[in-house]
């Protein structure tokens, strides 16, 4: 053979393992595709998956089934149309809601999660939401909520018969120093047990949605009364109180429930503050003219901080930031829970910001609403 037919014989053979490798590339990627297919259609939780504009790309079977959707293929369809279910449109239509409770027609409840699909270069291309079947748990919860209501209404009469009978004895006349030991060790004990049975059928009427009494009032006069309530506690550890309040704010609320936020926000910044510190509370508000205005109630203090790893559970039910620092106050773990559970049944929110050794600062955010 010539230079020439070899050249060419090199160059054909170039290109055909070019072409092979394409071939084989192309497997792997039609068999990755296929697996992962197989994968999200086969999965029990229903995934959905849009581009930027709101145009479904793939939905899976259990999808479908949640929403009573024919198998047909929705590929191209638009989200917000073809699926009629405001929840779920929130979930993909609101800033900073990568989380969302959905109800099904059929009773069911779904945990739905957000989350952005970024290509390898970094490019958005997309959403993909995940639907998980949580009326199992919520019905557990539920029922577990129930068994503890009971029993914590069980308890709340041997208990005040405790404290009865404990004030009886220091009344019949001079205990030994043994005896004395042992009263105030009851007497501590049952203290705290009823502090929790109360703590306990308290969170449970607020989760219920029960004793709730909206009336509107003067919040910056509040303020100044639990401020007033707590001097008392933050002379005892020389800490100054800081407020600046309005001398008239008007809010729709519960008087008695918002009254035991303040005095859980800011007795908790006086208890964890130490000795000559400061508590700063600050309220400031929207026009009510404005669009969803907001009141804004921050508390701050320059105490111990928060760990950053125990911030996402502090509002969880017994939950206690655990240091050699804290192991003395004493506490139920449920107050914070209590607290977050009243602002949300005032359609408001609670923020955290802390750092250690520089103190936190717990905002509450309620809806500025007044009556004329």
């Known amino acids: 053979y010539s230079a020439d037919d070899e050249q060419i014989a090199n160059l054909l053979a170039a290109g055909l393992a070019a072409n092979l490798e394409m071939s084989r590339l192309y497997q792997t990627l039609a068999d990755e595709h296929s697996t992962l297919k197989s994968v999200v259609e086969s999965a029990p939780d229903g995934v959905v998956v849009v581009n930027p504009s709101g145009f479904i790309l793939m939905a899976n079977p259990a999808f479908h089934a949640m929403f009573g959707l024919q198998q047909q293929d929705l590929t ?128 449970g009427r607020i989760e219920a949605g029960l004793g709730l009494e909206i009336r509107q009032f003067n919040l910056a006069k509040l303020v100044d009364e639990v401020l007033f309530a707590l001097r008392a506690n933050a002379e005892d550890k020389e800490i100054e109180l800081v407020y600046n309040l309005p001398d008239e704010l008007l809010i729709q609320g519960d008087y008695k429930r918002l009254r035991q936020v303040l005095l859980n926000i800011i007795g908790n910044a006086i208890k964890y503050t130490p000795a000559q510190g400061c508590v700063t509370t600050l309220i400031t508000a929207d026009s009510p003219l404005q669009t969803q205005p907001l009141i804004r109630i921050a508390v701050q203090d320059n105490g111990l901080g928060i760990p950053t790893a125990d911030l996402p559970h502090i509002f969880d039910k017994f939950y206690r930031v655990q240091n050699e620092q804290t192991a003395d106050i004493k506490g139920t773990g449920l107050g914070l829970a209590i607290t977050k559970s009243i602002i949300e049944a005032h359609e408001g929110q609670i923020q955290v910001d802390s750092q250690m050794g520089a103190g936190t600062t717990f905002t509450i955010l309620l809806p500025h609403l007044i009556t004329e």
């Open 76 to 203: 191209g369809a638009p989200l917000m149309t073809t699926i009629d279910h405001p929840a779920l449109h929130q979930l993909f239509t609101q800033e900073n809601n990568d989380t969302a409770e959905i109800k099904l027609s059929d009773g069911r409840i779904m945990q739905a999660s957000l989350e952005a699909v970024v290509s390898r270069f970094g490019e958005h291309i997309g959403w993909a939401a995940v639907l998980h079947d949580v009326t199992l748990l919520k019905e557990l919860a539920h029922m577990k909520d129930e068994f503890v209501n009971t029993v914590s209404h069980d308890l709340k009469n041997p208990i005040s018969s405790i404290l009865l009978a404990n004030d009886m004895l220091n009344r019949l006349g001079e205990l030994n120093p043994a005896q004395e030991n042992l009263r105030t060790r009851i007497h501590s004990t049952a203290n705290y047990m009823n502090e929790l049975v109360t703590d306990l059928l308290d969170l």
